[in-house]
C-alpha cells in the first residue's frame, strides 16, 4: 500500500498526487512512469512522473480525471492509500550532450514536460519553453516552467491569458529569431505534436514526441507498444514516456455462467466408470479412461474449468492400467523426474496422500502441472503401454492426488531450519516457483521478486481460469510462504533495484533469474496498429490476472459479442486467446499458415477449441489489417499457402499461392506468433550474455555469464512448456545449493 501525503487540486479536473514510494523516488528519472491500481479490484493504469523528491522518498504525479479509474483516485483522500504504484518503468529522457533545447508542452502534458525541462536546467542547458493551454482558467504549471527556463512563451487559443495562438506559432518565432536548438521536445495532444514534427522539419531540427503507445495492461516493459512513425508498426516498448493507454473500447459484458456443473457433464463417455475388477489386477484396456467435462455448447459461455476431473473409482480404473515396469521409461520423459510408477502404485492402494507424497519430492506444482503440462509429449509418449494402445493417464492422475491432496489435507509444511544464506529468485512463474521451493526446503532465505501484483507469473496473466483455476496456482504460493518463501510483487527487477544491487545492497548471495519471455512478436504488417489488434499477451493479462471478463471489473476489454475475432496463430496461446474470445460471444477465426496436421497446440486443446466452435483457417497468412474511417479493425487481407519442403525447423516450408489474396471481415485480430524474453534484464545487468534471439546464456549448470547469477525457463530459451520451466528452475536450485554450501 501507498500513502497520499499530498494533494491538490490545480484545476477542477487536475489533480496533483504526492505519493510515498520510496523506492520508486530512489530511481526515478525525467520520462518515465509508474503503474497504479487504485484498489485491489482497480485496474493497472501507466501515469508519467511529474516530479520526485529522493530525500523524501515521494513521487509526484498529476492526473486529469477522464475515465473510470482515474474518477475513483480522485476520490481517495490525503492521508489514504492506494493499492500499488509500481515503477520507475521505461527509459528516461536523454539529456545528455544538450546545450540548447526547446520543451513544447500542451495543457496536462506540461505535467510530463516540466520534468524533462528541469532535468536539462539542472544538467545547464540552455532552455526555452512554449506551453499551450484552451483558455486561462485550465493553464497549469506556470511558475515551475517560469523557474526553469531561460526563455518562456506562453500562449492560449482563445488569447484570454498570455498571447493568442498556437505553440507552432511560438515555436516558429523562436526558430526564425535565429534560435539554433540541438533538439526539440514537444509533450502533449497527438494532434499538437504532429504540428510541431512538422513545423521544425523544414528546419531540419531534431524532434522527440511523446507517444501514448498501446501497453500490455500497463506492465509498461512487455513490448506491447507499437507505433507507426513513417513506416510498418514496430514494438516500441523503450518508449520514453505514456500518459495512458489508447482506449480500447467498453468492458465486456460477463459470460453466462455454469450453475450446476453436474448437468453439464460432457457424454462422450459415462462420467463413471463401468470397469470394476480388483486392485490387484491388472487393467489391459487399450483405452485410458475419459476425462469428464462440461458440455461444449455450455462451457464456450462461461470460464468455469473445463476438465472435470476423476472420480475416485476412475482414478482407481486407470491406475490400474500402469503395468510399473522395471525401467520405468516414463520417468525418463518427465523433466523433473517425478517416480511415476510409485505414486501410481500408491493410488491403487488408496494411499493418495502417500501418492502426493512421492510426487512432491521432486515437483512443487503437482495440481498446475496435472492439468497443463503436455504429458502425450513427455512422459505419456514413453509409456510402454501405448505401443498398442493409449498410454495411461498420468497427467489425470497427478491432477486427481493434486486435488484430492488440496481438498483433504490442511496442515502447513513444517519451515525447515535455515542454514543462513540468502537467494534472490527473480519472476514467480513456474521455473522461480519451483527454484524457490527446492531452495527452501533445504533452509536458504529465499526472496522471491515479482513485477506485477499477484505472484504466478504466466500461469496466473496466461493461461485461462477455465484450464487452470486461479485459486490452485493461490494454493501452490501459499504452501511455498509456509516454507518461509517471501514473496515481494511489484517489483520489476532492473527498474526499482538492480541484480548487482541485490548482491552488493541487500546481501543476496545468489540469484537466479526466471523472469519467462514476455516481449510479443508482430508480423509487421500494414495495419498492425489499429484499435483492436492485440497482442495474445495483453489480451489474455486483461482477462486473466485483471478478470476483464467479469460484471464490475475496472479493467476494460474490447466487446466481443457479436463480434469476429482472428486470432493468428497456432500454439496454444493461440488457442487459450480463440476460447477466451468465444466465451466473450464473438465468431472466432484461428488462422494459420501451416496445415492442421502442423499446429504446434496440444492435440487436447485444438480438439477442445473445434468442439467449442472455434473455425480453423488453416493454410492461410495474413498480409494486411484494413481498418474503418474511425482507425478499428474492419477486415483482414490473407492469402492462401500451399506446403513445400521441410525449413530448418524440420516442418514443411509454406509457399504462398500467387493471386489468391482475399479478405477476412473480422472485427478484432489477436496476435499470437510467440514470445521472447524481455530485454529490461539483459539492458541492465552488465556482463550477463543473451543470444541473438535475447535469451540468456547459461552453462550445464544453469550459470549465467555473471558470477552467482543462475537463470533458466523461458528466459533462456525463449517460451516453452511449464514443466521445461520447472526442471530448469530445479537444476538452478541444485546448482545454487551446491555453490553455497561450499562456503
Not at 531540419?204 to 513490448?223: A, L, Q
Not at 520405468?328 to 523433473?336: D, E, I, K
Request: aromatic share 6%.
Amino acid at each position: 500500500m501507498y500513502r497520499i501525503v499530498r494533494k491538490e487540486a490545480l484545476k477542477p479536473t487536475v489533480i496533483l498526487y504526492e505519493i510515498e514510494a520510496p523506492m520508486v523516488a530512489k530511481k526515478a528519472e525525467p520520462g518515465q512512469f509508474i503503474i497504479l491500481r487504485v484498489d485491489e479490484n482497480g485496474e493497472r493504469i501507466p501515469i508519467t512522473i511529474h516530479d520526485y523528491d529522493r530525500e523524501k522518498g515521494t513521487v509526484t504525479i498529476i492526473v486529469q480525471t477522464v475515465g473510470a479509474t482515474t474518477e475513483k483516485l480522485s476520490h481517495k483522500q490525503q492521508g489514504e492509500f492506494i493499492q500499488d504504484f509500481v515503477g520507475p518503468l521505461g527509459r528516461p529522457t536523454e539529456t545528455e550532450g544538450k546545450k540548447k533545447v526547446c520543451v513544447v508542452g500542451g495543457g496536462v502534458g506540461c505535467a510530463i514536460a516540466y520534468p524533462v525541462l528541469k532535468k536539462f536546467h539542472d544538467c545547464g542547458a540552455e532552455v526555452h519553453a512554449v506551453v499551450g493551454f484552451k483558455n486561462k482558467d485550465v493553464v497549469i504549471l506556470e511558475d515551475k516552467f517560469k523557474s526553469a527556463s531561460d526563455v518562456m512563451k506562453l500562449v492560449t487559443d482563445d488569447g484570454s491569458y498570455g498571447e493568442k495562438g498556437l505553440v507552432t506559432d511560438a515555436l516558429k518565432q523562436l526558430i526564425e529569431e535565429g534560435n539554433q536548438y540541438d533538439e526539440i521536445f514537444a509533450i502533449g495532444p497527438a494532434i499538437m505534436m504532429k504540428f510541431v514534427s512538422k513545423t521544425t522539419e523544414p528546419y531540419g531540427i531534431p524532434t522527440t514526441v511523446s507517444m501514448s503507445p498501446i501497453m500490455v495492461d500497463g506492465t509498461g516493459m512487455c513490448g506491447g507498444c507499437r507505433l507507426t512513425v513513417g513506416g510498418p508498426s514496430s514494438p516500441a516498448w523503450t518508449a520514453p514516456t505514456s500518459t495512458a493507454t489508447r482506449s480500447i473500447g467498453t468492458r465486456a459484458s460477463s459470460a453466462a455462467r455454469c450453475t450446476s456443473i453436474g448437468s453439464v457433464i460432457s457424454t462422450k463417455k459415462s462420467a463413471t466408470c463401468s470397469r470394476r475388477r480388483s486392485s490387484k489386477m491388472p487393467n489391459m484396456s487399450l483405452k485410458k479412461n475419459e476425462m469428464p467435462s462440461q458440455d461444449p455448447n455450455v462451457r464456450n459461455k462461461n470460464f468455469l474449468e473445463v476438465a472435470l476431473g476423476y472420480t475416485e473409482e476412475q482414478a482407481l480404473d486407470e491406475a490400474a492400467r500402469c503395468l510399473n515396469c522395471k525401467n520405468h521409461p516414463c520417468v525418463s520423459g518427465c523433466p523433473v523426474q517425478v517416480k511415476i510408477p510409485e505414486f501410481i502404485k500408491k493410488i491403487t492402494e488408496k494411499d493418495y496422500e502417500g501418492a502426493y507424497q512421492v510426487i512432491h519430492e521432486t515437483s512443487s506444482l503437482p495440481a498446475v502441472c496435472g492439468r497443463v503440462c503436455p504429458q502425450e509429449t513427455q512422459c505419456e509418449s514413453k509409456c510402454v503401454r501405448g505401443i498398442k494402445g493409449e498410454p495411461v493417464g498420468i497427467g489425470r492422475l497427478e491432477r486427481f492426488v493434486a486435488d484430492w491432496h488440496n481438498a483433504n489435507v490442511q496442515e502447513a509444511p513444517a519451515k525447515p531450519v535455515s542454514n543462513g544464506h540468502k537467494v534472490a529468485v527473480i519472476g514467480s512463474g513456474p521455473s522461480g516457483l519451483t527454484c524457490a521451493g527446492d531452495l527452501a526446503k533445504k533452509g536458504y532465505d529465499v526472496t522471491v521478486f515479482e513485477a506485477l501484483h499477484l505472484a504466478g507469473g504466466v500461469l496466473v496473466y496466461g493461461i485461462p481460469e477455465f484450464r487452470l483455476p486461479k485459486a490452485i496456482v493461490q494454493k501452490e504460493v501459499d504452501g511455498l510462504k509456509a516454507l518461509g518463501v517471501k514473496v515481494e510483487t511489484n517489483m520489476v527487477i532492473g527498474r526499482v533495484v538492480s541484480i548487482d544491487e541485490l548482491m552488493s545492497q541487500y546481501g543476496f548471495e545468489a540469484v537466479f533469474i526466471g523472469s519467462g519471455a514476455g516481449l510479443p512478436m508482430f508480423m509487421h504488417i500494414p495495419g498492425e496498429n489499429l484499435c483492436g489488434v492485440y497482442s495474445a499477451n495483453e489480451f489474455l493479462t486483461r482477462i486473466n490476472l485483471m478478470k476483464a471478463y467479469k460484471d464490475g471489473s475496472d479493467t476494460p476489454i474490447m466487446p466481443l459479442a457479436g463480434k469476429k475475432v482472428a486470432v493468428v496463430g497456432g500454439g496454444n496461446v493461440a488457442m487459450d486467446a480463440a476460447r477466451c474470445s468465444k466465451r466473450l460471444g464473438a465468431d472466432v477465426y484461428i488462422v494459420y499458415r501451416r496445415g492442421m496436421e502442423e499446429l504446434p497446440a496440444r492435440h487436447e486443446e485444438v480438439e477442445h477449441a473445434e468442439e467449442e466452435g472455434i473455425i480453423f483457417k488453416t493454410l492461410t497468412n495474413p498480409v494486411k489489417i484494413n481498418g474503418n474511417e474511425n482507425g478499428y479493425v474492419a477486415s483482414m487481407t490473407c492469402v492462401e499457402m500451399e506446403l513445400g519442403e521441410p525449413d530448418a525447423s524440420g516442418r514443411r516450408r509454406p509457399i504462398e499461392k500467387v493471386g489468391s489474396d482475399f479478405d477476412l471481415p473480422v472485427d478484432c485480430v489477436i496476435m499470437s506468433l510467440g514470445t521472447t524474453p524481455n530485454p529490461l534484464i539483459k539492458n541492465t545487468t552488465p556482463g550477463l550474455e543473451v543470444n541473438r534471439k535475447g535469451g540468456i546464456v547459461v552453462n550445464e549448470a544453469g550459470l549465467t555469464s555473471h558470477a552467482s547469477v543462475y537463470a533458466g525457463g523461458d528466459a533462456v530459451t525463449g517460451a516453452a512448456t511449464v514443466i521445461l520451466a520447472m526442471g530448469a528452475g530445479k537444476l538452478g536450485a541444485k546448482s545454487i545449493d551446491e555453490q553455497l554450501s561450499k562456503k
